[in-house]
């Protein structure tokens, strides 16, 4: 439904050889105005470093050697520097305002790309392993790891080209202490992402990093949502701190109630793995979504079901497909359950998931750059195709980019086509779109 976990050895080599060798209706929203941040507790000191620490320096052999990073370059051209990456644990706030934290990577360009860099603000997609960390290259796992989520594709397609990045763990992933990932909650989303660019930087005066003020969003799958989540959230909550000069998401579940019900009339690709991670995450933040497991979940499944994702290390990612979960909706969900998604707007689940619907209440400031492939069997297109026709009725005039051509020509089979994506629209955001904000803002003084 929203991001495959599996991106395995084949894909990587049939992608980098082929690479080297070489619309439907819009859904609707049930969305209402949106809500200002969760009020933070008054002790909180949002974006605070608690820890920065180097990791490594992830060099361009090093992008030309592995598998992510050589199809990233092939996608997004040759980096121009090295890119040292650090590791930044922050404050911020969790799902109802209290005291968290979080942690993020902090990518720097070096020598051969000149500052002052523009800093991006970068939302990974699904992770549903906490032993992968995007601050720590060596955790990335060629069979279970998508691409979005490796540093080595953060810094080949985005560092290496003169961008400094903030890329947030999220709460409960990474180092973070939370005790739960508030899955596809778009406020948590925002609210670690802002604080991630706090973070970053505070810890750019500390390094001596200069930033030209300039702020981007982007990311992908889960990332994708995240990204508009938090556009929203800085034109809504923050103006004045952030002069935020666009955003590229992509192929995010912006209208994730009608994404929802789409999946459940005709399973999209890992249905039963992230309908469950969204259901127990909405119960702990809503509490709203069943009285005990069994309401939602059959048994065997709904056993321990509320603990289950994320999972702790890959050997019980790969589980998850077809042991400790089903491999369809139909012998997960109940039938109950599902009736009451699809015909009342006011059950529980239906109500979380409106209110994280992104499209409706607000219009958006800064251009937008929204992308996806057509052919996307995990996050269908038209959440792309809904968003710039929500965003044009508002006034706004979003791009809309289909990189299906593209993802196709690899020749990947249709299970890895979600996560090939990822690859192109994170070129074309930074090639098409930010580079050439970036030129016309500094020809006209503006950075």
């Given at each position: 439904m929203f991001h495959h976990h599996t991106f395995r050895r084949s894909l990587l080599r049939s992608a980098l050889f082929a690479l080297a060798a070489s619309g439907t209706a819009a859904c609707s929203s049930n969305s209402s105005p949106a809500a200002p941040f969760r009020t933070p507790a008054p002790s909180v000191q949002r974006g605070t470093v608690d820890a920065l620490v180097r990791v490594t320096t992830i060099t361009k052999a090093q992008m030309a050697s592995d598998y992510f990073g050589a199809i990233a370059l092939e996608v997004g051209g040759a980096p121009l520097c090295d890119v040292a990456l650090y590791s930044v644990d922050y404050q911020t706030i969790g799902v109802r305002g209290e005291q968290a934290d979080a942690s993020a990577a902090f990518f720097v360009p070096q020598a051969g790309c000149t500052g002052p860099f523009p800093l991006i603000g970068y939302s990974h997609g699904t992770n549903l392993s906490r032993s992968?960390?995007?601050?720590?290259?060596?955790?990335?796992?060629?069979?279970?790891?998508?691409?979005?989520?490796s540093p080595v594709v953060v810094a080949a397609l985005l560092a290496a080209h003169g961008y400094a990045v903030a890329a947030t763990d999220y709460l409960g992933l990474g180092l973070s202490h939370y005790p739960f990932h508030p899955y596809l909650d778009a406020e948590a989303e925002a609210s670690a992402v802002v604080d991630s660019l706090r973070a970053a930087r505070a810890s750019a005066k500390t390094l001596g990093?200069?930033?030209?003020?300039?702020?981007?969003l982007t990311g992908h799958s889960q990332g994708g949502q995240s990204s508009v989540a938090t556009q929203r959230a800085i034109e809504r909550d923050e103006p004045g701190e952030f002069t935020l000069l666009g955003d590229a998401p992509s192929s995010g579940p912006y209208a994730l109630t009608q994404t929802f019900l789409d999946s459940l009339a005709h399973q999209s690709q890992d249905a039963p793995i992230l309908a469950t991670y969204i259901l127990t995450s909405y119960q702990k933040i809503y509490g709203n979504v069943y009285a005990q497991p069994t309401d939602v979940f059959?048994?065997?499944?709904?056993?321990?079901?509320?603990?289950?994702?994320?999972?702790?290390?890959?050997?019980?990612?790969?589980?998850?497909?077809?042991?400790?979960?089903?491999?369809?909706?139909?012998?997960?969900?109940?039938?109950?359950?599902v009736t009451s998604f699809e015909t009342d707007a006011a059950s529980g689940a239906r109500v979380d998931t409106a209110k994280n619907d992104l499209l409706g209440g607000w219009t958006p400031v800064a251009p937008l750059f929204l992308c996806g492939g057509s052919g996307d069997p995990e996050v269908e297109y038209k959440n792309a195709t809904a968003a710039q026709a929500y965003f044009q009725s508002v006034g706004a005039k979003p791009a809309l980019v289909d990189v299906n051509a593209e993802v196709v020509a690899t020749g990947v089979p249709k299970t890895d086509y979600h996560v090939t994506v990822a690859f192109f629209c994170l070129a074309a955001a930074r090639a098409d779109f930010f580079d050439p904000i970036v030129k016309s803002a500094a020809n006209h003084r503006h950075l």
């Amino acid at each position: 439904m929203f991001h495959h976990h599996t991106f395995r050895r084949s894909l990587l080599r049939s992608a980098l050889f082929a690479l080297a060798a070489s619309g439907t209706a819009a859904c609707s929203s049930n969305s209402s105005p949106a809500a200002p941040f969760r009020t933070p507790a008054p002790s909180v000191q949002r974006g605070t470093v608690d820890a920065l620490v180097r990791v490594t320096t992830i060099t361009k052999a090093q992008m030309a050697s592995d598998y992510f990073g050589a199809i990233a370059l092939e996608v997004g051209g040759a980096p121009l520097c090295d890119v040292a990456l650090y590791s930044v644990d922050y404050q911020t706030i969790g799902v109802r305002g209290e005291q968290a934290d979080a942690s993020a990577a902090f990518f720097v360009p070096q020598a051969g790309c000149t500052g002052p860099f523009p800093l991006i603000g970068y939302s990974h997609g699904t992770n549903l392993s906490r032993s992968q960390k995007i601050t720590d290259p060596a955790s990335v796992s060629f069979t279970d790891t998508a691409p979005d989520s490796s540093p080595v594709v953060v810094a080949a397609l985005l560092a290496a080209h003169g961008y400094a990045v903030a890329a947030t763990d999220y709460l409960g992933l990474g180092l973070s202490h939370y005790p739960f990932h508030p899955y596809l909650d778009a406020e948590a989303e925002a609210s670690a992402v802002v604080d991630s660019l706090r973070a970053a930087r505070a810890s750019a005066k500390t390094l001596g990093v200069p930033l030209s003020g300039a702020v981007f969003l982007t990311g992908h799958s889960q990332g994708g949502q995240s990204s508009v989540a938090t556009q929203r959230a800085i034109e809504r909550d923050e103006p004045g701190e952030f002069t935020l000069l666009g955003d590229a998401p992509s192929s995010g579940p912006y209208a994730l109630t009608q994404t929802f019900l789409d999946s459940l009339a005709h399973q999209s690709q890992d249905a039963p793995i992230l309908a469950t991670y969204i259901l127990t995450s909405y119960q702990k933040i809503y509490g709203n979504v069943y009285a005990q497991p069994t309401d939602v979940f059959k048994l065997p499944y709904a056993t321990n079901i509320a603990s289950l994702l994320p999972v702790a290390n890959y050997q019980q990612q790969d589980l998850l497909e077809g042991t400790t979960l089903p491999l369809s909706n139909a012998a997960l969900l109940q039938p109950a359950f599902v009736t009451s998604f699809e015909t009342d707007a006011a059950s529980g689940a239906r109500v979380d998931t409106a209110k994280n619907d992104l499209l409706g209440g607000w219009t958006p400031v800064a251009p937008l750059f929204l992308c996806g492939g057509s052919g996307d069997p995990e996050v269908e297109y038209k959440n792309a195709t809904a968003a710039q026709a929500y965003f044009q009725s508002v006034g706004a005039k979003p791009a809309l980019v289909d990189v299906n051509a593209e993802v196709v020509a690899t020749g990947v089979p249709k299970t890895d086509y979600h996560v090939t994506v990822a690859f192109f629209c994170l070129a074309a955001a930074r090639a098409d779109f930010f580079d050439p904000i970036v030129k016309s803002a500094a020809n006209h003084r503006h950075l």
